[in-house]
């Protein structure tokens, strides 16, 4: 299995556009989060997924960050508009949390930096 | 809402020495995961602790869980240049919250 797939792995984008990263999980994962990771905050789990179905979005900072997803392969973290303060490594994770030994893989992140 | 606090934040030691970074957290948990990261790098899984004196290990990091103290330790034994990295746990509790991370300096 390749793991969790981020794209881009670097995004460089302006004040006020809008910015898409994208994760694909492990193939049989029924959970998938979004953590943002700052120096000055760690990680941050912004929101996670179970069967598809957001569980949890109370870490999504404001009205601009939106995530779905669509299908169990594919999910979306939207930033419209951006500023510079959501300049950060996302990471998206995935994993099968019923089983009780199976841990939370991650994905190689996306470093955001918006000017 | 479940808090998660590590110490030390900063830890420099010398190669072959022994230390410990602590873990507390402050609600019931059902599980402890401890991760590595390396810097630029993704997060790797070292261990998952499901039960109350659960202990493992692995070369030459052992980690263990307290469920009643809330609390996990992860011990380094004999360190060497190539455990230098930022350490996390994260119990969880309906969702993974990680701690603030220990940053892990091995000197020659």
């Known amino acids: 299995d390749a793991g969790v797939i981020q794209s881009p792995r670097h995004e460089v984008t302006e004040m006020g556009q809008e910015v898409t990263l994208r994760c694909k999980p492990i193939?049989?994962?029924?959970?998938l989060f979004w953590y943002r990771q700052t120096m000055m905050r760690g990680l941050e789990l912004l929101i996670y997924?179970?069967?598809?179905?957001?569980?949890?979005d109370s870490g999504m900072p404001e009205d601009r960050f939106s995530a779905k997803m669509p299908n169990a392969s594919f999910s979306t973290l939207k930033i419209q508009p951006s500023e510079p303060r959501d300049s950060a490594v996302y990471f998206c994770?995935?994993?099968?949390?019923?089983?009780?030994?199976?841990?939370?893989?991650f994905g190689s992140g996306t470093q955001l930096s918006v000017l | 809402e479940l808090k998660v606090e590590q110490n030390p934040l900063f830890l420099s030691m010398q190669e072959g020495k022994n230390y410990t970074i602590y873990c507390n957290y402050s609600?019931?948990?059902?599980?402890l995961y401890w991760y590595r990261q390396d810097p630029g790098k993704s997060l790797e899984s070292l261990f998952v602790?499901?039960?109350?004196?659960a202990v493992k290990q692995e070369g030459r990091l052992m980690a263990s869980l307290d469920t009643k103290a809330r609390l996990s330790t992860l011990h380094i034994t004999a360190a060497v240049h190539d455990l230098s990295a930022t350490y996390f746990c994260?119990?969880?509790?309906?969702?993974?919250?990680f701690g603030q991370g220990t940053r892990l300096t091995i000197n020659p």
């Open positions: 609600t019931t948990s059902d599980r």
């Open positions: 602790l499901l039960s109350n004196g």
């Open positions: 994260a119990p969880r509790a309906q969702k993974l919250v």
């Open positions: 994770a995935s994993s099968s949390l019923t089983k009780a030994t199976e841990k939370l893989f």
């Open positions: 193939s049989g994962h029924d959970y």
């Open positions: 997924f179970n069967n598809n179905v957001p569980i949890d």
